[in-house]
Each structure stands twice: as C-alpha cells, then as structure tokens.
C-alpha cells in the first residue's frame, strides 16, 4: 500500500545549524509530495510541496526535491532558528482519486539558542 | 478569513458517553476530512467526504460516524467513547478531487480527547 516514513526524532540542533530530516515514500502511482509544520498548540500547516519528479518545493528557507528514483523528499534547512522548533510531517496524495493524504509519524525538532 | 474551525478545544468524555466533534470550513471546500493524531503514528484518516452528500471510510473507522451536514460542515460522532479514543482530532479541508493533484490541506486547531 502507499506509505511515508519519516526519520525518528526528535533532533535537536543549535541555532544556525544545518536541517535535514529524511522522507522516504511508497506509493503505486505518482503522487504529490508535502511537508507540513505544526507548531505547539496548533493544527498542520502546509510549508511546501512539489508535484512531480525534480521538482522542488520552497518556502521560509526550507527546501526539499522529489526524488523519484530514490522515492524521498528530504526537508532541509540551511540555517535553523529557534521559531523553527515544531513538528514536521511529510505526506503525499493524489492517488486514489485524490481524495486522501498520507501522513509520516513526523519528526519533533528543537532549536536551542 | 477563519478557515477550518473546530468545536470544542477540549473534552473529557467517560467511558461510554456519546459526544459530537463539530467542524465548518468557510473556504467553499468540496472536501472535508477528520483524521487523529497519536504519539509516534501521525495522522490517520477516520473519515473523509470527497463531496457534499457523500462520505466514506480512511484508515481507522471503528467506533465513529460522520455527517457531512451541508458544503461548509462535517461532523465527527463517538457513539460510546472508549479510552483508546483518547488522541487529539483534526478536521481538515481541501479543494482535491479527482483532477486536482496538488492541492493542499487546511488543518483546524484540534479538539484534545480524553476518555477515562
């Protein structure tokens, strides 16, 4: 079946710290890739997407490409910044009529200053 | 702009009580879902409604029912809640169908569940 599986957290970085959080899916099709962002009290957010191989999704100095040959979609961040410290759920939907998204167990990330 | 708003925020429920998780969307959506969040597992799907009218069963549907009221409602029933349904539940919305790939989620705030 279609599947996200996302590296374990949570990752704890200092500030200015390089980001990478690893995303690798299943899927029988070609879907769209996401990342979304919660932030403590609040629901899902989208950060950013891509819709087809090579494409890369960016938003807020977060980047992350669709592999298709490897079927991942790593989030990476140059520089992270304390407002950075959230949950981060990759996804991916358009199959199945595109009617549901498929979401990681996401990955918890601290800053510290 | 109030986007996808869900009632209560809060809820403790005994074993066996029935209660209604109320969602609206003010985006003119066709698509609303209501999904859960426990620890280390994401999001699951309970529910979705590809469409006013319709409604159909995601991932983990045991132990709930769903209205889809009108376009901007969507609600969430616990017949008799049970403490396994302890977890934090989303409704979200989207303008998906089945041309449209790449459309994204809209999340409400939540509604935090406890059944003791």
């Known amino acids: 079946g279609n599947s996200v599986t996302q590296m374990e957290g949570p990752v704890t970085l200092s500030e200015e710290a390089f980001l990478t959080i690893n995303c690798t899916y299943t899927?029988?099709?070609?879907?769209?890739l996401f990342w979304y962002v919660q932030y403590p009290g609040e629901g899902l957010q989208l950060l950013l997407k891509?819709?087809?191989?090579?494409d890369k999704g960016s938003n807020k100095g977060f980047e992350a490409t669709y592999r298709k040959e490897t079927t991942s979609f790593h989030l990476e961040k140059g520089s992270v910044q304390v407002s950075d410290s959230a949950v981060y759920f990759c996804?991916?939907?358009?199959?199945?009529?595109?009617?549901?998204?498929?979401f990681g167990a996401g990955t918890r990330l601290f800053v510290k200053a | 702009n109030a986007g996808v708003t869900q009632t209560p925020k809060f809820q403790v429920l005994k074993t066996g009580q029935s209660m209604t998780l109320q969602c609206a969307q003010d985006?003119?959506?066709?698509?609303m879902y209501w999904y859960r969040q426990d620890p280390g597992m994401g999001l699951r799907l309970i529910y979705y409604?590809?469409?006013?009218?319709?409604?159909d069963k995601g991932e983990v549907p045991n132990g709930y029912n769903v209205s889809r009221l009108n376009k901007r409602e969507f609600s969430l029933r616990l017949e008799s809640a049970a403490p396994s349904q302890t977890s934090v539940y989303f409704c979200?919305?989207?303008?998906?169908?089945?041309?449209?790939?790449?459309?994204?989620?809209?999340f409400g705030q939540g509604t935090r569940l406890t059944v003791v």
């Open positions: 979200a919305s989207s303008s998906s169908g089945a041309l449209l790939r790449n459309t994204e989620a809209f």
């Open positions: 899927a029988t099709g070609y879907p769209s």
């Open positions: 891509a819709t087809k191989a090579d």
């Open positions: 996804a991916l939907s358009g199959l199945d009529g595109g009617f549901k998204t498929i």
């Open positions: 985006m003119n959506h066709n698509s």
């Open positions: 409604s590809a469409s006013e009218g319709t409604t």
